[in-house]
Every structure is written in structure tokens, then in C-alpha cells.
């Protein structure tokens, strides 16, 4: 097991391994002490149904660990899907915290992907003012990204993440045999923002998933890979925790992801969406001469390698307006995150209005 420490305003502590979920009582004890707070437990009707080759239900082996631990546990279970991150299912939320009689000094586990980190954490941020929380997650896009920082939030017709709060968790927790349950699809989400750290951050990181399916083989691999890309969310978070400078590095490709997501209905996923906006970007920034040539060709072949797409048919002046909703807008400029070169980003503020001048490679 791997231990990587957040030293936040809220510290807390990040464990990576095998065979974790029956560990997770114990892992938790630093946290809680002698009490035993009530647990309230949110997943998604997908991971609560899943099941190892063995029989073993994960869910069920998590909420029976719990109670032979001494705690009080009830749980929470939504549809699976970005449409379900939404305000109204917070509010069922609510009602369920309400209905379990959840308090101050209780708390909420999050277990399952991104989607289900994020509206855990909002729900648990905004109940009461803020009971703790703590993070499992299930697939690797959560492990690497989304349940590292503090951010939680739901979508809203207008775009998404648009409404949530900064909520560190008080334990995060990869078990990394969830990751032998999902889909090659879902697996792929998550290679897409492994690939990310290594293009804004790390060059010998990229440069080992340029290998593409080699990069994961061998004991411990994996594991390693998700400590790393962790290990470099930690650093920035720590310099950065509420996302007014360099962290908005972290966000290289989501600009684009996200438009990309929302004009397709979420038909396209979070990580597919991502792939296709570093492509994109990457190309954009050699247009305007700000990354070397071939930066581009290498983001595109890392992604295919990975079995994630690099393009798209959506029209870009589409894609332009749909970004002009983007959180890190900040009054006539849009701050993108452009790539110098493999392994160094930047900030690059750009008039909303020259976006798509930009993009098309006439305006710098």
C-alpha cells in the first residue's frame, strides 16, 4: 500500500492498494478516534450491484466492514450517469440525510466515480454547513483526479460544475482492484487524465504512456502510475487549494472536454471528451507557435494508444460558444491552459471573443 499525505487547511490522507475495502475501518480509526460516527453511504445503482468473479458484492463488503467495525451505516443509492449530478438528486439526498437523522458529527462516504464523489462531497459540504466526508473511489478517473482537491459540485442546465464548494475529504481511499470491474471504455476515461499530468507536468510520465498498454504491465505497476499522478495533484493543491492560479493547470483539455460533453448529451464521456480537447488545444498551440511541432501528434497518438478519441465532428464555432460558459472565465477573457512543451503548461488568457480566432490558428 502507498500513502501519500495532503497537507491542506483540512489535512488528510490518500492510500493506494490492493485488497483495501475490508481495511477501510481501520484506515478510517486515525480520523474518527473512539467515535463511532453514523456513515451515510452514496453510490450510484451501478457499483451497488457489482460483483468480483468470486461472488463478493464490493458494496456489500465495504457496508459490512463498517458495521463489524461498530458503526451505524445507512445507505444511499442513485441512478449511474452524469445526468444524474444534478441539484434534484441532492435534494434526495437531503431527505435521506434528514430521514437517517445525520448530524454534525457524522458523516458521508462517497463510493463510486466521479460522478458520485462529486455530488457526495457538495451534498456533504452543504448539509448542515459541513459534515466531514471521505472518498472511495471506484474507477480510475476518480483515483487520479476527481477525488483528490476538494472539489465537489453538480451540473445545471447551463453547463457543468457550475454550482459546488471547495470540501477536502478527511480519507481517501484506492482500492485498486475495483479497477478489474470496470469497462474498457470507462478505463479509458481515466488514461485520459493520466495522460494529462504527464503532458502538463511530467515528460518521463508521457513518455512511459507513449508505450501504451506496456506502460501498465508488470506488479505494481498501475498502483504506481496512480501514486504518481497523485502524488503531482498533491503538490499543486497544496500551492493552490481554491483554483486561483496554477491549478488551473490541471484543467488542460477540460475547456473543450466539457464543451464537448454537454453538446453531446453526455453521449461522449468525461474522459473521451478530455482526450479530444488536449488534442485540440495541443494543436491550437502549435498553430499559434507557442509548442513545438509534433507536440500535437504525440497527445493524438498517446490518446489512441489508450483507446481514446482525438477528434471530433461537433463544428468548432459550437464548441466555442458552448466554452464561453466555462468557469475559468473571468470577465471578457478565458483562460486556457495551453502546453509549451510535453511536460510544461501554461496559463494563456485570451479575449472571448478571439476564442475561436485562436483555435482556428489566426489569432494568438
Known sequence: MKTISVNTGHPYQIHIGRGLLECIPKLLSPVCGARRPKLAVITDDRVDSLAFPDGRQPAQTLLTAFEKAGYSVCKFVFPNGEASKTLDTVRQAYAFFSEHEITRTDMVVAFGGGVVGDLAGFAAASWLRGVEFIQIPTTLLAMVDSSVGGKTGVDIPQGKNLVGAFWQPSLVVCDTDMLSLLPAETFADGMAEVIKYGAIFDRELFEQLERGGQALAGPGALEGIIARCVDLKRQ?????????????????????????????????????????????????CERAGLAPAQTAARIEACCRAHGLPAETDIPLETLCKHAMGDKKRAGSDITLIILRSIGQAALHPVAAEHLLAFMEGSSK
Do not use: C, P, W, Y
Open 236 to 284: 499543486v493543491v497544496e500551492d493552490d487549494e481554491r483554483d486561483k492560479g496554477r491549478r488551473q493547470l490541471l484543467n488542460f483539455g477540460h475547456t473543450f472536454g466539457h464543451a464537448i460533453e454537454k453538446q453531446s448529451d453526455f453521449t461522449i464521456t468525461h474522459g473521451h471528451g478530455v482526450a479530444i480537447g488536449m488534442a485540440m488545444m495541443a494543436r491550437a
